[in-house]
């Protein structure tokens, strides 16, 4: 970035194909960070707007005003507000979508307030004529005092032109307020407003006292000027409403000149699809169908890309092992970061595959169908509409699930969806209950077509769905959290996804989950492999012991090395911490070695299976699943002589699987989103709890 | 005095004056404002929430929202 470089701020209302705009511009010189202090993703980007001139455009979060009610809106003013030379954005771009543009203006007429250079992108004309829209473009700039463009982003069209717009805007560097909201409302008390600082524009002055949103350049004096404003607010709140009527008014008065809809031009394709989408029961039935068809797809699309990671890294392993030099780092890249890595990466296809279809669901207006369907329902739990979103990606993982709760506006509604988003079985567990499943369930079908081992799995997913409803109700009743709540939730057009935002939308879904659980995943598999790996005394020794056993045994070079890595592993710091568990986990009918993959998986549930087959000395070139089971499936509890993994075991095991949440990321995402440790550390315990306790009663009845 | 929950499918009303100091900021912001026109598109069961469009804006609103926001119906 360079110090010409125009400072460009994209604005506008959601679903105006402001994200389109952005990737026009952009291409692929993006990327996204973090606002100081705030958790919400800054997308910042570089666009040649000629052959000289360079502009970074920040697409700040789709608002329908600057006066915020989330935190993604709060950006909003905050970036506006900011007087820094080097953050203060030079030129604001503001997309407005053709068919809602009176909608669309309130927010430029309140952005053109804060007199700041200003340009108007109208999105969508290609649809103007279906619609029978005609605008007068000379006039309405004239009206607007600004540059206005017409554009279709998704078309490529009037790019060329908004680039010219933005250089000159920026070289005229003027700009004017356009609704002056000052005289129509009350002269006397803007005009003490407008004296408390020459700094400002009035606009601004207003929105720090509406906002409570003080910029850092403030003095002290203004501020608490500022602050005496405050006092009355009732008066506060009248000025704002006479505020947004008096806009409207100013709009109407514009658009009455200038824009014109001849509704018998226009087809009603939208009428008639809303007809059956939002339908009060087949409105259901298609939703169901598309989550039936969204989870076939997951399992059946990803299985070959995870299959192929899963044999890829493994090979990195082996060839690492070969080719490098013995050694402690040797062995901390093999067993301790390449499998890391690769207990990441295997979980991309999935994730890529569920958010994808979350994104065309979005990009076509479907998802706020959705909302509407189910928001009274959602509501008896103590959700939002929105909660379903959540809900339904957190069966890929919670990570982003619970990045999308941020939607929600009402903290109680958004807090119980945090709470109860890891009860959905999430792609981690999946590895988990397929290998149970496979030890206790026998293949067979029941009624001639069933698959009883498929049928078990789909009871499992139930049983999250069913777990985290029931938990939402109890939440609901319980808990007592001040919010104010107000929902509304705009419905947007239907229109075709665009395959850029899509794919933009899969690869920032799956950026957040490399790097929010991968960073998390991939230390504690080292922590957990420097535990696995060293020792007190009889860790050190376990070679000696075994080898000096070995001439009484009559083994065979193969098996003495089974036996140190087991004797090893059993000696090992983790093996001690298993052993130390083990009085706990007896009643679930778990042992120290069961005890070991609970703990180890606390990184990610899937470790689960690697670490069993570790610990069941499975060799490390022949680490296939079916190996892991014959060796599970043969493993024998020496209290009873029975099988180890018999089917109280197994279904003790996946019933705490189902609930506890071993999940070390979402832990760290919780306490991220909820701002502090309370409401982590009551999920975590919480869900240990019933964890142990439906494990606990599962274990005892059956056997 | 009949409010927007009390309109049926199709029907249109014209939000009141006195409606003004009762709606939400933000609604009023997405151009839920006195004299706007305003049509009821469709009912989730149980007539929670609301798919109306007001002022050209299409928007789902809870029926408590709904409940306070007082219309005149059109003759």
């Known amino acids: 970035m360079s110090k010409n470089d125009i400072k460009v701020a994209l604005i506008g209302n959601p679903n105006t194909g402001k994200t389109s705009l952005f990737n026009q511009l952009t291409g692929l010189n993006q990327k996204v960070g973090n606002y100081p202090g705030v958790t919400v993703d800054k997308k910042e980007g570089t666009s040649k707007l000629s052959a000289t001139q360079n502009a970074i455009i920040t697409d700040l979060p789709g608002t329908y005003s600057i006066n915020p009610t989330s935190l993604d809106e709060s950006i909003v003013l905050k970036t506006l507000l900011k007087k820094d030379i080097k953050e203060s954005p030079d030129v604001i771009l503001v997309v407005a979508d053709v068919e809602n543009l009176k909608r669309n203006l309130l927010l430029f007429s309140q952005i053109k307030d804060l007199e700041i250079p200003t340009v108007l992108a109208i999105n969508m004309v290609d649809q103007m004529h279906r619609k029978g829209i005609s605008i007068d473009l000379s006039l309405l700039k004239k009206e607007l005092n600004t540059e206005v463009i017409l554009i279709s982003a998704r078309k490529s069209e009037g790019i060329d032109e908004i680039k010219e717009a933005i250089i000159r805007c920026h070289i005229a560097a003027k700009a004017s307020p356009l609704c002056g909201i000052d005289h129509k409302i009350d002269p ?10 020459p700094n400002y524009s009035l606009y601004e002055l207003w929105l720090m006292v509406t906002q409570s ?12 000027k500022l602050l005496s404003f405050k006092q009355d607010t009732s008066k506060l709140k009248k000025y704002q409403h006479k505020e947004t009527i008096y806009r409207y008014q100013e709009i109407n008065k514009i658009l009455k000149k200038t824009y014109i809809v001849d509704k018998t031009k226009a087809t009603d394709l939208r009428g008639r699809l809303d007809k059956i989408f939002t339908h009060r029961i087949f409105g259901y039935v298609l939703f169901s169908l598309i989550l039936l068809v969204i989870f076939q797809s997951i399992f059946d699309l990803a299985s070959v890309p995870m299959d192929l990671i899963d044999g890829t890294f493994a090979q990195i392993a082996d060839f690492a092992k070969s080719n490098l030099p013995k050694g402690v780092l040797t062995d901390l ?20 595959i ?36 959540p809900l339904i990606s957190g069966t890929a993982c919670a990570i982003p699930a619970i990045m999308a709760t941020r939607t929600i506006s009402s903290w109680k509604e958004r807090l119980i969806t945090i709470l109860v988003t890891p009860f959905t079985t999430c792609s981690a567990r999946l590895p988990v209950y397929a290998i149970l499943i496979a030890l206790i369930i026998p ?21 999250g769905f069913a777990s985290a409803i029931i938990a939402a109700y109890i939440l609901h009743k319980t808990l007592k959290v001040e919010s104010k709540s107000f929902f509304v939730v705009e419905m947007p057009n239907y229109k075709l996804p665009s395959i850029k935002n899509v794919f933009f939308e899969v690869v920032e879904k799956t950026k957040a989950f490399v790097f929010g659980a991968g960073k998390i995943i991939l230390a504690l598999s080292i922590v957990l492999w420097f535990l696995a790996s ?138 991220r989103e909820t701002k502090g440790w309370k409401w982590p550390l009551i999920q975590l315990f919480g869900l240990a709890f019933l964890a142990y306790i439906s494990s606990f009663l599962t274990y005892q009845i059956l056997s | 005095m009949s409010t927007i929950a009390d309109l049926h499918k199709g029907e249109i009303g014209y939000i009141s004056e006195e409606s003004l ?55």
């Open chain 1, 188 to 197: 006397d008390y803007f005009h003490k407003l407008k004296e408390i600082s």
């Open chain 1, 213 to 224: 949103n003080f910029p850092e350049t403030i003095t002290k004096e203004e501020k608490e």
């Open chain 1, 333 to 352: 890249l093999t067993e301790g970061i390449i499998p890391g890595i690769g207990g990441v990466i295997i979980f991309i296809p999935q994730i890529a």
């Open chain 1, 354 to 389: 569920l958010f994808l279809f979350i994104a065309i669901l979005e990009e076509t207006g479907y998802m706020s169908r959705v909302v509407f369907l189910m928001d009274k329902i959602m509501r008896r739990f103590g959700m939002n509409g929105k909660s379903v979103i």
């Open chain 1, 443 to 463: 293949d067979i079908k029941i009624f001639g077509f069933l698959n009883l081992q498929g049928l078990v799995l789909l009871l499992l997913y139930a049983l």
């Open chain 1, 534 to 671: 060293n020792g007190g005394s009889s860790y050190k020794n376990a070679q000696k012991t075994v080898v000096e056993n070995a001439a009484y045994q009559h083994l065979n070079e193969d098996e003495i090395q089974q036996k140190i890595a087991s004797l090893k592993l059993e000696n090992s710091y983790i093996g001690m911490l298993g052993k130390t568990i083990e009085p706990v986990i007896r009643p679930l009918g778990y042992d120290w070695k069961i005890g070991i993959a609970l703990i180890t998986s606390f990184a990610a549930r899937e470790v689960f299976v690697g670490t069993l087959a570790t610990i069941y000395s499975v060799e490390a070139d022949d680490e296939n699943t079916s190996t892991i089971k014959e060796k599970m499936a043969s493993e024998i509890n020496p209290d009873t002589g029975e099988k180890r993994f018999n089917f109280p075991v197994g279904m003790s095991l996946m019933i705490f699987y189902a609930f506890a949440m071993q999940c070390m990321a979402t832990f760290a995402i919780v306490k």
């Open chain 2, 21 to 75: 100091d009762v709606i939400p900021l933000k609604l009023l912001e997405m151009g839920c404002i006195p004299g706007a026109e305003v049509i009821l598109i469709q009912l989730a069961p149980l007539k929670d929430p609301l798919y109306i469009c007001v002022n050209g804006s299409h928007l789902a609103i809870r029926k408590e929202t709904a409940d306070l926001i007082k219309i005149l119906k059109s003759e």
